[in-house]
C-alpha cells in the first residue's frame, strides 16, 4: 500500500465510491447483499486506491469467495478433487463454497447470480457443457476453469485433467505383458475422457497386432448396476476374454461381480483392470490393479490457475493435462493358459 493509499481512509472511499461506510465492509468481506454494479463501484475505487491488487474482481486472498460446481455429488473422486482445491484455497485464505450444477443451465442468470453472491471465480468440474453454453461462460465476467469437462472445452477456458489416453494404453500394456491377448474393454459414458481411454485401449492392441474384437467392448456408463449385465454377456461368450480393462473402478468391481456369479476367480480365471484409484480400489476383493488419476492435484492446480485468472492476468496454457500412474495391486496375473510347458501367445 502507497503513502496515498494510506493518507485515505475507508470513509473517505466510501464517500468517493458514493457508498456508506458499511457497504465498504460488505465488499470487503464478501457479503452476498451488495448489488453487482455497487460491488464493481467499491472494487474499482479500491483498486485505483491500491487497496486491492490489480485485476477486474481482485480482493484480498481473504477475502475471495470461488464457487466449486460438480455435475453431480456422487463419486469419491469429486472429495479428492474438493480436497485439493480447499487445500490449496486455505493456504491464502480464501474460501470454496461448493454446488451443483443447475440443470437445464441459463449461463447469464446463474454467472449474474454468482456474482450477486461475492463470488470472484468459478471451477465446473465433470459437466457437459454446450458450445454455446461454453461461449456464454466465456464472454462472462466471471473467471472460469472447467476440471474433466464431458465435452471437448472451447479453446479459450482454461482446463485441467489428467492423461486419459496414456491411462488406458497404459492399463492394456500391462495385461498384454502378463500374456493376455483376448481383452475385452467395459466403456463408461460418451465423454473426452472415455473416447482417450478406449483409444488408448486400441493403440496398446494395434502395438501388438492385435485387432479390437467388437465383441468384447460393452458399456456400463460409468457405473456398477449397468455394467454387471453387460460384463455378464461378454464374459459368456463362446471364446471369453481372459482380462478386462474397465473405463473406471465402479465397471471394475462391476466386472469381478460378473465373474463371481459365473464362478470364475479373479485374477486367476479373469484379470481386471480399472480406473481411477479411488477408495474403492484398495479395499476391494481382490484389491484391484488400475490407473491413478491425481485428483487432489488436479483441483490444486485449476486454484492456482483461477488465481491467476482472477489476478486479471492469463494462464500460461490452455490446457493442463496431468500424468496418470498405473497401480498393480492383487486383480491381474498371468492367463491360465501360460503354464510350463505351454507355448506363450503370439
Do not use: C
Not at 100 to 111: E, G, K, M, Q, S
Not at 254 to 277: M, N, T
Request: glycine residues 6%.
Amino acid at each position: 500500500m502507497n503513502a496515498r493509499s494510506k493518507r485515505m481512509t475507508l470513509q473517505q472511499v466510501a464517500e468517493r465510491a458514493g457508498v456508506s461506510a458499511p457497504t465498504i465492509s460488505k465488499v470487503l468481506n464478501g457479503r452476498p447483499d451488495v448489488s453487482p454494479e455497487t460491488r464493481e463501484r467499491v472494487l474499482k475505487v479500491l483498486r485505483e486506491e491500491q487497496y486491492l491488487p490489480r485485476g477486474a474482481s481482485s480482493l484480498p486472498m481473504a477475502h475471495i469467495h470461488i464457487e466449486l460446481v460438480f455435475d453431480a455429488l456422487v463419486t469419491p473422486n469429486n472429495l479428492e478433487i474438493t480436497r485439493g482445491i480447499v487445500e490449496a484455497a486455505s493456504e491464502q485464505g480464501a474460501h470454496v463454497a461448493i454446488s451443483t450444477l443447475p440443470a437445464d443451465l441459463d449461463v447469464r442468470p446463474w454467472i449474474n447470480e454468482l456474482e450477486r453472491l461475492g463470488r470472484a471465480g468459478l471451477v465446473i468440474v465433470t459437466a457437459r457443457l454446450s458450445a454455446d453454453q461454453q461461449q456464454q461462460l466465456q464472454r462472462a465476467s466471471l473467471p472460469l476453469v472447467l476440471i474433466d469437462p464431458l465435452s471437448a472445452p472451447d479453446p479459450s477456458l482454461a482446463s485441467v485433467g489428467a492423461g486419459n489416453w496414456q491411462g488406458g494404453l497404459t492399463a492394456v500394456q500391462h495385461l498384454l505383458e502378463l500374456g493376455h491377448r483376448r481383452i475385452a474393454m467395459l466403456r463408461g459414458r460418451e465423454s473426452v475422457a472415455d473416447r482417450a481411454r478406449y483409444h488408448g485401449y486400441v493403440a496398446a492392441l494395434a502395438g501388438h497386432g492385435i485387432n479390437v474384437d467388437e465383441s468384447l467392448i460393452g458399456s456400463g456408463d460409468f457405473r456398477f448396476e449397468p455394467t454387471v449385465p453387460v460384463a455378464l454377456e461378454i464374459l459368456q461368450r463362446p471364446d471369453p476374454p481372459t482380462a478386462v480393462f474397465a473405463a473406471n473402478d465402479a465397471e471394475a468391481l462391476a466386472v469381478i461381480e460378473a465373474a463371481r456369479r459365473l464362478g470364475k476367480r479373479v485374477p486367476e480365471d479373469l484379470s481386471v483392470v480399472g480406473f481411477d484409484d479411488n477408495l474403492i480400489a484398495s479395499v476391494s476383493s481382490p484389491r484391484l490393479t488400475t490407473v491413478r488419476q491425481p485428483f487432489v492435484q488436479m483441483g490444486a492446480v485449476a486454484y492456482r490457475v483461477l488465481t491467476e485468472l482472477m489476478a486479471g492476468g492469463e494462464s500460461d496454457v490452455a490446457r493442463v493435462e496431468l500424468a496418470t500412474t498405473l497401480v498393480v495391486r492383487e486383480s491381474t496375473t498371468a492367463p491360465r493358459q501360460l503354464v510350463p510347458g505351454r507355448p506363450s501367445p503370439p
